[in-house]
């Protein structure tokens, strides 16, 4: 049995019928399964890792564990090593962490640090370990939608960096290799996609996919991070991201060829992203 933390996430959503289909037993905990999107085939659980007394029967029966929660800072530290404290306990053989390129690159942004922390607690636990180290999601174009929509233009910051944009997709099909099949126990895999790409050359790819032109303006700072958080983020977050950013030029744009060499196929790109989403910036 594998437990999915983060079941209904990016990576948790094509996770989960990868690992159905290839013959494991998948246990995906959501706080609602009411109202989650889950493939039926999996056992869907309520638990919430901020509860103690949830982790006990989370992990019970329990093979191995993805690990992944949706906190940052010190939250996610906190669950996570928790939740890998409560596996040792009940005898998980394996545990496997989704980190950042940001730990690879020993960045010490909040968001590298935390997850570098979250990834000594999960080594230190005592079952055998492996981390995955994505880059930039795809997904995380998605902001891109509203200004999209509304007004054809997308912003960005200025001196955004070249980055080797990673498909959710890539990684959870690389997550469901680890997951099944022997030799990644202590192995640590940083994860890209085979390109690297200006944010301009993403908006032509976006551009592209759409069939008509889109506006690329880059914006100051100040403005990019009013723009942030007008909508609705902490400001802590936005200053995350932004010390991410900068710690990052020069590092986002390396291209890893783990996911080619591991499944044995090319990386997906920002076009087959962008194709495939295309119909939610219509």
Request: charged share 25%.
């Amino acid at each position: 049995m594998i437990l999915v933390l983060g079941a209904t996430g990016k990576v948790g959503r094509a996770l989960v019928p990868a690992l159905l289909d290839a013959g494991a037993r998948v246990r995906a905990l959501t706080r609602d399964p009411a109202r989650a999107r889950v493939d039926p085939r999996a056992e869907v659980v309520a638990g919430d890792l901020d509860v103690p007394a949830d982790l006990p029967r989370l992990v019970d029966g329990v093979d191995k564990v993805f690990v992944l929660t949706s906190g940052h800072g010190r939250d996610g530290v906190t669950r996570e090593a928790a939740i890998a404290r409560e596996a040792a306990r009940a005898g998980v053989a394996h545990l496997v962490k989704l980190s950042t390129t940001g730990v690879h690159f020993g960045q010490t942004d909040p968001i590298s640090l935390a997850h570098a922390e979250s990834e000594e607690a999960v080594r230190q636990a005592g079952p055998a370990w492996t981390v995955l180290r994505p880059g930039t999601f795809m997904d995380n174009r998605l902001a891109w939608r509203r200004s999209v929509v509304e007004f054809g233009t997308v912003h960005a910051p200025e001196d955004d960096p070249v980055s080797a944009l990673v498909h959710a997709r890539d990684i959870a099909a690389v997550a469901a290799l680890v997951l099944t099949t022997p030799g990644h126990e202590g192995a640590t895999y940083p994860l890209t996609g085979d390109e690297a790409l200006t944010t301009g050359q993403q908006v032509e790819v976006l551009a592209a996919a759409l069939g008509r032109p889109l506006e690329f303006v880059q914006e100051p700072e100040a403005a990019a991070r009013e723009r942030m958080l007008s909508f609705g983020w902490p400001r802590s977050a936005v200053d995350g991201v932004f010390d991410l950013k900068r710690q990052s030029a020069g590092n986002e744009g390396v291209v890893f060829d783990t996911v080619r060499t591991l499944l044995g196929r090319p990386a997906l790109t920002f076009a087959d992203w962008a194709r495939e989403n295309a119909h939610l910036f219509r």
